[in-house]
């Protein structure tokens, strides 16, 4: 049957045609061999979609095997990344480097012996470093091929949901149809009967769908409208970036990079470490600073990030309140010397008017002798820092 297509228009006014409550003619009104006719062409219809409805299945199946074949895929590649992450971690902390040595006689995976290997030697290989990088580039692409491969699915779903209810209508009429072949001419058309119905169905369907299209383009339009309001007041803005805010993003990055290097930072370069020019928040390309960083670098990037906008804010006059607190700056095991790079450094917005404060489970005679000549005022908490029940019954027990 060929199809083409037609205006929603055109469908609803077809649609309310065949559905139209009319009696319904009697078998010798319609002729049996227009009956035989339509029988025909309905089981011409009902073999197209049983086809269509086949194919669709098909790429179902196949759509659904891949999002399962992509899932285990990312689990696998997100598990190899951790392990790379973890050699790194133990490489920092003074590990031997033949955690790393390819050129063994058992492969670091598996642990089978590579005798039978042809290549006698493996050559060279990516760092931790790069390794990681590769192993979060592919899990991206993993993860955008997963998303599509989701979508291509729930459409065949649709598609073949859709197909089945076709399907059901027409063995329906197919029954129907074969019924007035063989009952008396006088007898009301089945088949007749059978198409109304259907018309019904199918009208009952479109008028729903119809509905919610109109919803959402009512929907999309308010988007869009929202969307001409926010690109007219983009178009009002200047073209290129003020120098101004390279300026100041520029100042943050090397307060920022210098901190890192005082601070111990040990991951990677902390030269690689920059500001990002949309989000204005510390980044390096191809990583993830919070997972693809060693936990005491997050801390301390997060540390020399949060101070280095209070300094440069101080040095620009801005509304910024030169107020920074600080819970515990030496979590996850932070070196001594660093922690004391870490406090001297805090220490010096004394010099410019700015009040950090930081806590700290150290004894007061440690941190001062950290801060050394540093101006800074230590105060012991001493069983303060414990939370107790206050005297008195609560009015709110019963």
């Known amino acids: 049957m060929d199809e083409e297509w037609v205006s929603d228009e055109e469908l609803m006014l077809a649609?309310?045609?065949a559905a139209a409550p009319e009696p319904?003619?009697?078998v010798t009104d319609i002729g049996y061999d227009l009956i035989r006719e339509r029988l025909s062409e309905q089981e011409r219809e009902l073999t197209r979609l049983t086809t269509m409805a086949?194919?669709?299945?098909?790429?179902?199946t196949l759509n659904e095997k891949q999002v399962a074949i992509l899932d285990d895929r990312i689990s696998a590649m997100s598990d190899e990344k951790l392990k790379n992450q973890d050699v790194k971690t133990l490489l920092r902390l003074g590990a031997s480097s033949n955690v790393l040595d390819l050129d063994a006689t058992d492969c670091p995976t598996c642990h089978q012996p590579l005798s039978n290997v042809e290549v006698e030697h493996v050559g060279p290989v990516l760092d931790?470093?790069?390794?990681?990088s590769l192993l979060s580039s592919q899990i991206r692409t993993f993860e955008e091929m997963r998303r599509?491969?989701?979508e291509a699915a729930t459409e065949s779903r649709v598609s073949y949901r859709a197909i089945q209810r076709s399907v059901d209508i027409c063995r329906m009429e197919i029954k129907a149809l074969h019924g007035d072949l063989v009952v008396p001419g006088e007898f009301p058309s089945s088949g007749d009967i059978a198409k109304r119905v259907a018309a019904e169905v199918r009208l009952s369907e479109f008028t729903r769908a119809r509905e919610a299209v109109q919803d959402l383009l009512v929907e999309m339009q308010e988007l869009a409208n929202e969307i001409f309001e926010v690109r007219s007041e983009l178009s009002d803005l200047p073209n290129v970036t003020p120098q101004e805010d390279y300026r100041r993003r520029d100042m943050l990055q090397r307060s920022v990079r210098e901190q890192l290097t005082d601070f111990g930072f040990s991951s990677y370069d902390a030269a690689l470490v920059s500001i990002d020019e949309e989000t204005l928040r510390p980044e390096r390309e191809g990583l993830n600073l919070d997972t693809d960083a060693s936990a005491s670098d997050v801390v301390r990037t997060k540390i020399a990030y949060l101070n280095g906008i209070r300094e440069v804010a101080n040095l620009l006059r801005t509304q910024?309140?030169?107020?920074?607190m600080l819970d515990e700056p030496r979590q996850h095991e932070l070196d001594e010397d660093h922690f004391r790079a870490t406090l001297r450094r805090l220490a010096e917005c004394s010099d410019v008017g700015d009040q950090v404060i930081a806590t700290s489970a150290a004894s007061v005679s440690t941190l001062s002798a950290m801060?050394?000549?540093?101006?800074?005022?230590?105060?012991d908490l001493g069983s303060q820092r414990l939370i107790r029940p206050t005297a008195g019954e609560d009015p709110m027990d019963y």
């Not at 931790?128 to 990681?132: F, G």
């Not at 801060?371 to 105060?379: C, D, P, Q, R």
């Open 15 to 17: 649609l309310r045609e």
């Open 24 to 26: 319904a003619p009697q």
């Open 54 to 60: 086949k194919i669709v299945e098909q790429n179902l």
């Open 128 to 132: 931790v470093d790069a390794t990681i």
């Open 148 to 150: 599509q491969a989701r």
């Open 320 to 324: 910024h309140p030169g107020f920074l």
């Open 371 to 379: 801060l050394g000549s540093a101006s800074a005022n230590v105060i």
